[in-house]
């Protein structure tokens, strides 16, 4: 698999960006990687990088952007933070990814039996875990469906909580940036939301 390049950057669309990623979780899923010589990648990205695409993803460890997209040095920008959440240096490392990197394509990308959802579900409150879980808030707000067990342990309403978050973020992301927004609506780059499924590895993207 070769090292991206500004050439090859500038001829992806955000559309063949998508496809690439999904390729990449289909590798995964099937136990194919794509041969890389990652020393070879640290060598021609040491003079530069032209990621593709930027993954606001969760910190949970089965749940690494790299391994599940199939993806090597210089390839993605990888944001991670408990519960994909979103904040204000989060929003500025897609702006950069984007606009000064060329990257084409974000993915607020959540999962399946995730921590910080079913911490939020269970109103946690400790520490800075507080803060933290009070982002996600709004999407608990949003599920009106559940009338009782709306708890952690009811595995359907944080399903519906998890999905909740994904797509307020990504709502957020193009409310939030005027920068990010007008490149959508240009065409330059697509915003989107995905779920990666924690049992089989796979990615269902909400486009």
């Known amino acids: 698999m070769r090292t991206h390049t500004k050439e090859t950057q500038d001829k992806l669309t955000p559309e063949l960006a998508l496809e690439m990623l999904k390729e990449g979780n289909a590798r995964f899923v099937n136990n194919i ?3 890389r010589n990652l020393l070879q990648q640290v060598n021609e990205t040491s ?3 032209f990621p593709f695409a930027a993954i606001l993803s969760c910190i949970d460890s089965r749940t690494s952007a790299e391994l599940i997209f199939d993806q090597g040095l210089g390839d993605i920008f990888s944001i991670r933070i408990a519960g994909n959440i979103l904040n204000e240096d989060i929003l500025g490392s897609m702006e950069f990814s984007c606009k000064f990197a ?13 921590g910080a959802i079913e911490g939020a579900c269970n109103n946690i409150e400790l520490g800075h875990i507080t803060t933290l879980l009070h982002k996600i808030k709004p999407a608990i707000h949003q599920e009106i ?3 009782t067990e709306r708890n952690g342990r009811n595995t ?3 399903e519906t909580v998890t999905k909740n978050n994904v797509f307020l973020t990504v709502h957020n992301v193009k409310m939030k940036s005027s920068l990010l927004s007008e490149m ?3 065409g330059a780059i697509k915003i989107i939301g ?3 499924d924690i049992d089989t ?3 269902i993207f909400f486009e």
């Open 201 to 203: 590895g796979r990615v």
């Open 184 to 186: 959508e609506q240009k």
């Open 102 to 114: 060329g990257s084409k394509l974000i993915v607020v990308l959540g999962h399946t039996k995730c």
């Open 194 to 196: 995905g779920l990666h």
């Open 33 to 35: 990687k794509a041969h």
């Open 156 to 158: 359907s309403f944080v």
């Open 47 to 49: 003079s530069g990088q």
């Open 145 to 147: 469906e559940t009338i």
